[in-house]
């Protein structure tokens, strides 16, 4: 089965400062897919950045990027210039190919890292 | 465009007690997923829907049953509610399982069995 890892319960940054958020996950398949969810105090759950396990480049979204060492399996989140409006909790989460081994699309989450941003 | 909604915010129910939770998506999405998330810990799969009139089992399914009358509707009924049931429920819709489709989340129920 596959799981997903945060190791960082809590993190914290100085506003426009930069930040790194640690996610490894353990699977033996080779196609899958990597996401980043925010979710902030009013728990609604936002997708922040998504990456193709085939894709060899890192995915960017804005002052949002990662950096995916597929051999490693570890996809880490760099927030840059940070503000305050990013203090949440943030989610890595897994999903198997569609299809793949009976699997229907559902998301495999960490139990996340909760994001402090300093004024 | 609402997108994903969900029926009731919030709910306290006493041990025994039976409830439906509602999930309603006006983005004509073919499958729905509910969650749910308890502290401390990620979001964890308990059924899901890949089309009316069908539902299946997630990773954590004891004690809930689902149903998809309606493409739109997904509902999450608890019959004999247990303070192990105490959680935050989300529900999530995308437009097929495959992998380029984004999940849309509801803003979440939090449930109290006391």
């Known amino acids: 089965a596959q799981t997903v890892t945060q190791s960082q319960p809590e993190m914290s940054v100085q506003e426009a400062e930069t930040v790194t958020l640690s996610c490894t996950y353990d699977t033996s398949e080779s196609d899958y897919y990597l996401f980043w969810y925010k979710q902030p105090p009013s728990r609604q759950m936002i997708l922040v950045i998504r990456?193709?396990?085939?894709?060899?480049q890192n995915a960017t979204e804005n002052r949002f990027s990662v950096n995916f060492q597929k051999a490693a399996k570890s996809f880490s989140l760099k927030i840059s210039d940070s503000q305050l409006g990013d203090a949440a909790m943030y989610f890595c989460?897994?999903?198997?190919?569609?299809?793949?081994?009976?699997?229907?699309?559902?998301?495999?989450f960490g139990k996340g890292t909760k994001l402090s941003v300093k004024p | 465009n609402a997108g994903v909604t969900q029926t009731p915010k919030f709910r306290v129910l006493k041990t025994g007690q039976s409830m439906t939770l509602l999930c309603a998506q006006d983005m004509n999405h073919e499958y729905m997923y509910w969650y749910r998330q308890d502290p401390g810990m990620g979001l964890r799969l308990i059924h899901y829907?890949?089309?009316?009139?069908?539902?299946a089992k997630g990773e954590v399914p004891d004690g809930y049953n689902v149903s998809r009358l309606k493409k739109q509707n997904f509902l999450l009924g608890l019959e004999s509610a247990a303070p192990s049931q105490t959680s935050v429920y989300f529900c999530?819709?995308?437009?097929?399982?495959?992998?380029?489709?984004?999940?849309?989340f509801g803003p979440g129920t939090r449930l109290t069995v006391l």
């Open positions: 829907s890949v089309g009316e009139g069908t539902t």
């Open positions: 990456q193709e396990a085939y894709k060899q």
């Open positions: 989460a897994y999903r198997r190919p569609f299809n793949y081994g009976g699997s229907q699309g559902n998301l495999i």
């Open positions: 999530a819709s995308s437009w097929t399982g495959r992998d380029t489709d984004t999940q849309y």
